[in-house]
C-alpha cells in the first residue's frame, strides 16, 4: 500500500481535460513540495512536473498542477494519445518512511 | 548532456549475491544525490535509497533496510546497489535516479533506463 493516494486509472478523449489527485499527510504533502512523473510503456518513468506546478524544459505547458493542504493535482489539457501512460505523485517525507515517498500510480487512457 | 546509464539485465538464483550498476556522465557525480527505486512487475515505484556519492553517506527506506547495499566509487562515477542474497520477491526493475533541488525543492530530475532483475531457480 503506497504512502500517497492515486486512483488507480483515469481516461479521456482526445482534447479532453483530465485530472489525477493525489492524497498525502501533513508529514508529506503537507508539508513538502510535490513532483510527478510521466511513464511510458516500456521506459523508465520521466520528470513531468516539480515543486508543486513547474514544468521541466521541454514538458508541454498542457501539464499542469497543483497543491492544496494535503492533496495534489495532476491537470493534462488537450489530451492527446501520446499522453497514455502511468502517472506518480511524489514527496519528500519526513516520517521514518525515508526522504521520498510515492503513489500508486494511475494508468490514463487515451480512448 | 545528463546521462545516467544502468548495467544490463541480470538472471539469477535464490541465494546468489549480485551488484547492479548506475555510471552517471554529463555532470559532476559527487555533486548530486543517486537514488536506487524498485519496480515489481505491473506495480508502482518504490523509493530504495540514497547515496551522497561525495561522501558516500547513504539512508535507506525501512522496507529496505537491511536487505540492500548502496554504495558508489566516484573515480569512475559510478553507484551501485547489491544484495547478498536474492530472493525471488527482488525480482524487478530497478532504476537509478540523480536528484536535483531548485529553490528548497528537490526531486528524480534523471533517470537510469532501468536494469531488469529476474531470481528464479
Known amino acids: 500500500q503506497s504512502v500517497l493516494t492515486q486512483p488507480p486509472s483515469a481516461s479521456g478523449t482526445p482534447g479532453q481535460r483530465v485530472t489525477i489527485s493525489c492524497s498525502g499527510s501533513?508529514?508529506?504533502?503537507?508539508?513538502?513540495?510535490v513532483n510527478w512523473y510521466q511513464q511510458l510503456p516500456g521506459t523508465a518513468p520521466k520528470l513531468l512536473i516539480y515543486?508543486?506546478?513547474q514544468r521541466p524544459s521541454g514538458v508541454p505547458d498542457r501539464f499542469s498542477g497543483s497543491k492544496s493542504g494535503t492533496s495534489a493535482s495532476l491537470a493534462i489539457s488537450g489530451l492527446q494519445s501520446e499522453d497514455e501512460a502511468d502517472y506518480y505523485c511524489?514527496?519528500?517525507?519526513?516520517?521514518?518512511?525515508?526522504?521520498?515517498?510515492f503513489g500508486g500510480g494511475t494508468k490514463l487512457t487515451v480512448l | 548532456e545528463v546521462q545516467l546509464v544502468q548495467s544490463g539485465a541480470e538472471v539469477k538464483k535464490p541465494g546468489e549475491s549480485l551488484r547492479i550498476s548506475c555510471k552517471g556522465s554529463?555532470?559532476?557525480?559527487?555533486?548530486?544525490?543517486i537514488s536506487w527505486v524498485r519496480q515489481m512487475p505491473g506495480k508502482g515505484l518504490e523509493w530504495m535509497g540514497r547515496?551522497?556519492?561525495?561522501?558516500?553517506?547513504?539512508n535507506y527506506s525501512p522496507s529496505f533496510q537491511g536487505h540492500v547495499t548502496i554504495s558508489a566509487d566516484k573515480s569512475i562515477s559510478t553507484a551501485y546497489l547489491q544484495w547478498s542474497s536474492l530472493k525471488a520477491s527482488d525480482t524487478a526493475m530497478y532504476y537509478c535516479?540523480?536528484?536535483?533541488?531548485?529553490?528548497?525543492?528537490?526531486?528524480?530530475?534523471?533517470w537510469g533506463q532501468g536494469t531488469l532483475v529476474t531470481v528464479s531457480s
Open positions: 515543486s508543486n506546478n
Open positions: 554529463g555532470y559532476s557525480f559527487t555533486s548530486y544525490w
Open positions: 547515496i551522497d556519492p561525495s561522501d558516500s553517506y547513504t
Open positions: 535516479a540523480r536528484r536535483a533541488c531548485s529553490g528548497g525543492s528537490c526531486y528524480l530530475q534523471h
Open positions: 511524489a514527496a519528500w517525507d519526513d516520517s521514518l518512511n525515508g526522504p521520498w515517498v
Open positions: 501533513s508529514s508529506n504533502i503537507g508539508s513538502n513540495t
